[in-house]
């Protein structure tokens, strides 16, 4: 049986960087009070990205994927897969990955997909485009995380519109002899769906209910923390590997403190943690492979590193993945 490799990674971010203090001045406007201090020791983070109006979660996908292509040296025509975790898709229909395909012009009739699984998106994306590699005749698969979570953003609330930001992660997914994805696990428990959500719905052109995110923060980072460790462990036993195998974390880039939490309740020093948070804040299902682009690009990650990607999101959804580069 072939394994599903890492091939090429890219990424893509919005030209607009909002510093916290661009955020604190533009809420100071509104009157809602917070600072530069408040901002990072809650959450870790100093920048992110915003789209502009006339882009679109497609166009931030394509750029990143490009990226990606040309880092794998492969023709656009020869991927026979296209999955895209978003939660915030072109449309209700047709999926973004079916715009992805059209935009990058590929017309090979290859299958295209969203997957919709909040933070956790791009490991379900990835588990699942791994699945197709080894039981089908898929050779070649563009899995992105792309996201421009600012439309969602209420900014009148300082404990969620100060977290989030826009861009895209992509890789290609090769079929390959040598050991790449070793194991994964995802889980989901709607029961939780309340302590993060966006229930706004669209019906007839209308929006009915919120159209805004609206979280519970320290019920999500209870759940986060304990979650992220559970199935971490899960997929490293699976894989019969110890956590001191391997060489780097890739966490959903939430929250620093979850982020180092998660670490030390796993036995994993700090440092080996890639961290991407401070500049990008918290891009949903881009952020993760966002955060892999780049620490393959710099260097940090290289051939034959184990790496362990784990996230949690929405829903809630949580997975962790075990690969080597």
Not at 58 to 82: G, K, T, W, Y
Not at 102 to 129: E, H, M, P, S
Not at 233 to 239: I, L, R
């Amino acid at each position: 049986m072939s394994f599903a490799r890492i091939v090429g990674t890219g990424s893509f971010l919005p030209s607009n960087v909002i510093s916290n203090a661009d955020l604190v001045s533009q809420l100071a406007s509104r009157g809602i009070e917070t600072s530069d201090d408040w901002i990072y020791s809650r959450s870790g983070i100093q920048s992110r990205r915003f789209a502009d109006r006339q882009s679109q979660t497609s166009d931030l996908a394509v750029a990143a994927a490009f990226s990606a292509l040309s880092a794998a040296a492969i023709e656009a025509d020869a991927v026979d897969l296209i999955v895209v975790a978003t939660t915030t898709p072109d449309a209700i229909f047709p999926s973004t990955a079916c715009l992805v395909q059209r935009k990058l012009g590929i017309r090979n009739g290859c299958a295209a997909f969203d997957i919709q699984a909040v933070c956790g998106g791009f490991i379900y994306a990835l588990t699942v485009a791994d699945a197709l590699i080894r039981a089908t005749s898929v050779r070649t698969a563009l899995v992105i995380g792309a996201e421009t979570f600012s439309r969602l953003l209420d900014f009148e609330d300082r404990s969620t519109c100060v977290l989030f930001g826009d861009g895209a992660g992509a890789v290609i997914l090769s079929a390959s002899e040598e050991p790449g994805i070793l194991g994964a696990a995802l889980h989901a428990d709607g029961h939780h769906s309340d302590i993060l959500k966006v229930s706004g719905s669209i019906a007839g052109g209308a929006v009915l209910g919120d159209p805004f995110l609206r979280m519970d923060g320290p019920a999500v980072f209870k759940l986060a923390v304990g979650a992220l460790q559970s199935v971490s462990e899960e997929v490293a036993a699976k894989c019969g590997l110890a956590m001191s195998d391997f060489t780097w974390v890739v966490p959903h880039q939430a929250n620093i403190r979850i982020m180092e939490a998660t670490a030390r309740k796993l036995g994993i020093p700090v440092d080996r943690l890639v961290a991407t948070v401070h500049e990008h804040g918290n891009t949903s299902a881009a952020s993760i492979p966002l955060a892999l682009d780049q620490a393959y690009r710099d260097g940090r990650i290289c051939r034959g590193d184990r790496v362990l990607l784990h996230a949690v999101g929405a829903g809630v959804t949580w997975g962790a993945l075990a690969m080597q580069a």
